[in-house]
């Protein structure tokens, strides 16, 4: 994923705490997928507004982590949600 590219939820999808199992999920029509702690941060830091580049150099900021590290696993991750539509780019 280019460092310039904006990602964000499509319409329909967003994230939700499930109170009954104790978890956050990323919900959209008729699907849903259990989030990690790693996989609720990424989501988390994305608003649309902001760049992958800003994304990745916040997260390593947070975490005190290789922004390289971040950003290969995260653009991997996103990739994958894009894939099955959770997720777009601007």
């Known amino acids: 994923m280019e460092?310039?590219?904006i990602p964000y939820l499509p319409r329909g999808v967003r994230i939700r705490r499930d109170d009954v199992r104790d978890q956050w999920v990323l919900l959209a029509p008729e699907r849903a997928v259990t989030l990690d702690p790693v996989a609720h941060a990424v989501l988390?830091?994305?608003d649309?507004?902001?760049?992958?580049g800003q994304i990745v150099d916040d997260?390593?900021?947070?975490y005190s982590a290789?922004?390289?590290e971040i950003a290969?696993?995260?653009a991997g991750f996103?990739?994958?949600?894009q894939d099955r539509r959770?997720?777009?780019?601007?």
């Open 3 to 5: 460092r310039a590219a």
């Open 44 to 46: 988390s830091a994305i």
């Open 48 to 52: 649309g507004d902001r760049s992958f």
């Open 59 to 62: 997260l390593a900021g947070r």
């Open 66 to 68: 290789p922004p390289e």
């Open 72 to 74: 290969a696993d995260s």
């Open 78 to 81: 996103l990739k994958a949600l």
């Open 86 to 90: 959770f997720l777009e780019l601007k």
